[in-house]
């Protein structure tokens, strides 16, 4: 009968062979022991950082600390005061607004349309009676808000079942072009048109017999948003180093290494008019001058007034109560989507110290803490007016109605109002009073 202890390996100079159940126990012991020492590394990271935070807080060592840049204080001066009432629609210009926000409910008591069809609607165009949404999930939708159980068109999608943001994609802004077609960017892909009668799809950025040109390894990382124009197309892109699913360390760091793209909608040549501003998002055409752009620069909180041919700009509205994110126009203004408010404690907190967006930064990159989830839920829309100053505001403080805006879309007297969350399983639609 042979013996059950295994002949040693060559590489092996062990002197003894232990037996199957000794070795059994000490590998259990040993997986136990390694979870253990992965579990306490982790739990003293976090331990320390906690420590020298609370430290520096009550030393006030980190409020003592200056913004990397300076972001401009909160100017509502020029916001219409409104009542709290949800039912009221006149103005009372005695009543004072109920915070230093100029808090009001309106944006609670929206219609919620396609619960659990969409996934962080992002942007909108408009088609006839249907609406077409860029989503969190990779895809985009055309929906009809007059027959909700119609089931969706799928007119882009990569992905069959989630694999990753970075292969599936992430569409984000999105244009309609001669009632015919849609042009959307693909944070990871590129820019892309859609025929909405034969459904042919095209990628336009880079162009589609261009394979040489790799996006990701560009410093064109992080498209975002879209403009279109006769002759060309305008894209924000949001950063030279970070890609979307990283945008938090991008505005944490915070890193100013985005641009403006402009693409010749005939040769499909690129060119960068516009580069060093941070975090550049929603861009609109000025209602005042063609030859002019309207862009959000997210991480300062302002919007930006850019030349289209020469790349100079002005500070076209500052001192914003939000991040602004996509802008879309009405013809006279322009209504925006805050992705966060800067008027919470805790917002100031998080966004405003510079210890304190380091050490989230550092806890995002670990995955252990997403600061984003730290901001409170709250809806805030604003509306600029052709000349730059902030006159209106809605608010959902609940953020049951809406929250982390990413657009407000105005059409036929409604807003149609997303998120960028991909918890955000609905589209909020406000009806405008007149």
Not at 46 to 57: D, E, K, P
Not at 86 to 92: L, N, V
Not at 106 to 117: A, G, I, K, P, T
Request: charged share 20%; net charge neutral.
């Amino acid at each position: 009968m042979k013996s059950a202890r295994a002949a040693p390996r060559k590489h092996i100079v062990s002197a003894r062979i232990k037996p199957p159940s000794e070795s059994s126990s000490e590998g259990n012991r040993g997986f136990k022991y390694h979870l253990w020492k992965a579990i306490k590394r982790t739990v003293l990271n976090v331990l320390l950082v906690v420590i020298l935070f609370v430290v520096l807080f009550f030393t006030d060592g980190f409020w003592l600390c200056e913004s990397p840049f300076q972001i401009s204080p909160i100017n509502l001066s020029d916001v219409e005061k409104t009542t709290t009432s949800s039912k009221s629609t006149k103005k009372d210009e005695s009543s004072p607004p109920t915070s230093a926000a100029g808090e009001n409910f309106e944006l609670m008591f929206v219609d919620h349309l396609f619960e659990n069809v969409v996934s962080g609607p992002e942007s909108f165009a408009f088609y006839g009676d249907y609406l077409i949404t860029t989503c969190a999930d990779g895809k985009v939708l055309m929906l009809n808000p007059n027959n909700q159980s119609e089931p969706p068109t799928v007119l882009y999608s990569r992905c069959d079942t989630p694999v990753s943001e970075k292969h599936c994609g992430r569409p984000l802004g999105i244009e309609m072009v001669n009632n015919r077609s849609i042009i959307f960017a693909d944070s990871y892909h590129g820019l892309f048109s859609v025929n909405l009668e034969t459904k042919k799809q095209t990628r336009l950025f880079p162009r589609h017999d261009d394979n040489d040109f790799d996006l990701m390894n560009s410093t064109f990382k992080f498209l975002n948003s879209l403009q279109v124009h006769e002759d060309a197309i305008y894209i924000t892109h949001s950063s030279a180093v970070y890609q979307r699913e990283e945008f938090v360390n991008a505005f944490l760091e915070p890193d100013c290494s985005g641009g403006i793209i402009k693409l010749d909608r005939k040769s499909l040549e690129h060119s960068l008019i516009l580069s060093g501003i941070c975090f550049p998002n929603g861009i609109s055409t000025d209602s005042l001058d063609p030859d002019y752009l309207i862009v959000s620069e997210l991480a300062k909180a302002r919007l930006l007034r850019v030349n289209k041919h020469t790349g100079e700009y002005t500070v076209f509205a500052d001192g914003l109560p939000g991040y602004p994110d996509n802008i879309r126009t009405d013809g006279k203004g322009f209504w925006i989507g805050f992705s966060a408010v800067r008027f919470s404690a805790v917002s100031e907190m998080i966004y405003e110290r510079p210890f304190v967006r380091l050490v989230l930064k550092h806890l995002n990159s670990m995955r252990l803490m997403n600061p984003v989830n730290l901001v409170p839920p709250y809806g805030l829309v604003g509306y600029v007016n052709s000349k730059g100053k902030l006159v209106r505001l809605l608010h959902d403080p609940s953020g049951q109605g809406s929250q982390k805006i990413s657009e407000a879309a105005p059409y036929k007297g409604h807003l149609y109002i997303g998120s960028y969350h991909p918890k955000f399983k609905w589209i909020s639609r406000y009806q405008m009073k007149t």
